[in-house]
């Protein structure tokens, strides 16, 4: 079965410390990679995607992520984080016409 | 600005009151969906439409109805809603294709009491 796993529910961080968000996924088909960030009562936003090629890929607010299709996961790291990226990220997949999310992993970066 | 509309953004309602959550998107995407977010299970597709007058189920379709019967526009209906449709719902478009990424609605928070 499809399936996308965020590993952490909930990740408190300082400001300007380093942080990982991590991702696995199940699929039998190829499939292309997103993250998405949702800050308070607002939409999701497309963070960044890998759909072939470099498997490190870079998206806007300084993210980036990493595609291992070996370990199928693709996790999301930034080197410094903000209090302007407090918010909920959410990992997902396109495998065919159907798009999977994961349960979201919400960031905290406290002062 | 490139956009999805949804509308309302809150709505409190009773059980079995039919109701109509708006949907429009001014990309000219053919893709358009419906998503429910609840807490600890992330998002779940409830109908998508690949374009005019063509639709289909997602994961949780039970207890709703969709319609597209023009490109712009993908109407969410409750025919009659229940206590367990409270939710966060979001309405999503993209171009034709897997590799695009979805622009997303700002929610729709749904009450039923």
């Known amino acids: 079965a499809q399936s996308v796993t965020q590993l952490d529910s909930q990740v408190p961080v300082f400001e300007e410390a380093p942080v990982e968000l991590r991702c696995n996924y199940s699929?039998?088909?190829?499939?292309?990679l997103f993250w998405y960030v949702q800050y308070p009562n607002q939409g999701l936003q497309l963070l960044l995607k890998?759909?072939?090629?470099?498997?490190l890929v870079k998206g806007i607010n300084g993210f980036e992520a990493e595609f291992n299709k070996s370990q199928t996961s693709f996790h999301l790291r930034k080197p410094s984080v903000h209090i302007s990226d407090t918010a909920e990220y959410f990992c997902a997949f396109t495998g065919g016409f159907k798009t999977i999310f994961g349960a979201g992993t919400r960031l905290f970066v406290k002062a | 600005e490139a956009q999805v509309t949804q509308n309302p953004r809150y709505l409190i309602t009773v059980t079995g009151k039919k109701l109509t959550v708006t949907c429009s998107q001014n990309m000219n995407h053919e893709y358009m969906s419906w998503y429910r977010q609840d807490p600890g299970l992330g998002l779940r597709q409830i109908y998508y439409s690949m374009n005019v007058e063509v639709t289909d189920k997602g994961d949780v379709p039970e207890g709703y109805k969709v319609s597209r019967k023009e490109k712009r526009n993908f109407p969410l209906i409750l025919e009659s809603p229940s206590p367990n449709q409270t939710s966060l719902y979001f309405c999503?478009?993209?171009?034709?294709?897997?590799?695009?990424?979805?622009?997303f609605g700002s929610g729709t928070r749904l009450t039923v009491v």
């Open positions: 999503a478009s993209s171009p034709p294709g897997a590799n695009y990424g979805y622009t």
């Open positions: 699929s039998s088909v190829s499939v292309y």
């Open positions: 890998y759909l072939s090629g470099s498997t």
